[in-house]
């Protein structure tokens, strides 16, 4: 990966984070050794008066505002290829899309479509600000070395990852246990940059017999899973038919749930669902965009106890964080009448994903002095004035709504249209790749 080193950013907007608060300093960036050095305030008015030459040397911000990177807590990149693809069958409700396109999909992959996927998946990440994902992996007749393949394709890029394999029963048990082995796998080859984390797909689709087996390996590495919880109504029928249990309560006999763990949607949570959640520490990942994709209906936003972390992902349908977190501001704001409770639990995500990321990455910055180096430069120069009091109209309103000009990690530039003009042969591969997969899915 290409990258471009630089030591000094000068006349940004700073939205450093203190004490769950989002506090603008206008200044320079000073970088040292990976790390923010000093940050030198300035006068913004002077800013406004004064003419400035470029320099070579120095990053210009130009008053555009700069903020942490954002966090995808629940990607698929598997699923990238499958713009486009020749679907058949029903599609009428949540089992019938997995069943024709998504269960098809991931049995057709092998490693040179796996990589493909990861290159598209991070490009896109990163042209949208997002450098850390968790991602949740499916290739059922590929488990061995695909994490690594994601891995080493995120390393390229220099984002930072948690990865999972998705562990299912509904290919038989072989490959069940080719799943689990490669999470363990994963668990045991673990870096400052790349964790992992147990997957597992759902409820609907796993034994006793594997969730028992989860258990011991999540006890063995002291580690938390990923799992599609309640998306749809089908994972809770099912699941209580089956199993005589509903998912969260599977989850909570095979102790499953802990500080790490990272269940995706919540669709279909009942009160006592909500409330084992929150005894446990476990973290919920909303979808909006996804959830409205497939037609599985909207959490109850409200009903989800303040005490249970609500973070942001996308399910694989795209890589912006900044839609999903706006999508999240405006449904919640559509059922309040009072505009502040959306305003809140828009705080309250953004100031959960930073308190659940620490959990695998304590390094991860607020934007001071001595910080890790990481932050994204928004094409946003606020036309009114900034401070704390008035930030998240800024981000709501202003920010999220504007492209992510260059993203800054570990003092690099590692935007793919910063550090190489030319993409080309890279998207001919992701082309190919796709089209392979095309032509074996008709």
Not at 19 to 42: A, M, T, W
Not at 50 to 61: C, L, M, P, T, V
Not at 131 to 143: E, G, N, R, W
Request: charged fraction near 25%; charge should be negative.
């Amino acid at each position: 990966m290409l990258e471009k080193r630089i030591k000094k950013i000068t006349d940004a907007w700073i939205c450093q984070v203190q004490n769950e608060k989002v506090v603008p300093v206008f200044g320079d960036l000073i970088l040292e050794n990976d790390k923010i050095f000093r940050i030198e305030q300035k006068d913004f008015d002077q800013y406004l008066r004064s003419k400035r030459e470029k320099s070579d040397a120095e990053y210009s911000a130009d008053g555009r505002v700069i903020t942490l990177p954002l966090i995808n807590f629940h990607d698929h990149f598997y699923s990238r290829l499958a713009k486009g693809l020749p679907v058949s069958g029903k599609m009428d409700n949540f089992v019938g899309i997995l069943e024709n396109l998504w269960w098809k999909l991931d049995l057709l992959l092998d490693e040179e479509m796996i990589r493909a996927s990861a290159q598209m998946a991070i490009l896109e990440s990163l042209q949208q600000g997002v450098t850390t994902i968790f991602d949740h992996h499916s290739s059922p007749l590929v488990a061995e070395q695909s994490l690594e393949i994601i891995g080493e394709e995120m390393e390229k890029f220099g984002l930072r990852g948690v990865l999972c394999f998705e562990t299912t029963d509904r290919n038989g048990k072989e490959l069940a246990q080719q799943g689990l082995q490669a999470n363990i796998d994963f668990l045991s080859r673990e870096n400052s940059d790349l964790k992992g984390v147990l997957g597992l797909h759902a409820s609907f689709t796993l034994t006793d017999e594997t969730m028992g087996k989860v258990s011991e390996i999540a006890e063995k590495f002291n580690c938390g899973v990923h799992i599609h919880l309640c998306e749809d109504s089908a994972d809770v029928e099912i699941s209580k038919e089956k199993f005589g249990a509903a998912p969260a309560q599977r989850l909570k006999k095979f102790n499953l749930l802990n500080e790490k763990t990272l269940l995706a949607h919540g669709v279909h949570l009942t009160d006592a669902d909500y409330e084992i959640i929150e005894k446990s520490g476990s973290a919920l990942i909303y979808n909006p965009d996804s959830n409205l994709n497939n037609s599985v209906g909207l959490p109850r936003y409200a009903a989800a106890p303040q005490n249970i972390p609500i973070l942001p992902g996308t399910d694989g349908m795209h890589a912006n964080i900044a839609r999903t977190l706006k999508q999240l501001f405006l449904l919640y704001r559509s059922r309040s009448e009072n505009p502040d409770d959306a305003f809140g639990w828009l705080q309250k995500i953004y100031f959960d994903q930073l308190a659940f990321v620490r959990r695998y990455f304590p390094d991860f910055p607020n934007l001071q002095q001595s910080d890790r180096a990481d932050f994204i430069v928004w094409d946003y120069v606020p036309p009114t004035p900034l401070t704390r009091e008035n930030f998240w109209g800024h981000f709501i309103y202003g920010v999220l709504e504007r492209p992510v000009v260059d993203v800054v990690h570990g003092g690099n530039i590692i935007s793919p249209h910063s550090v190489s003009n030319d993409y080309t042969e890279l998207r001919k591969e992701i082309h190919k790749q796709g089209r392979r997969l095309f032509e074996k899915f008709k």
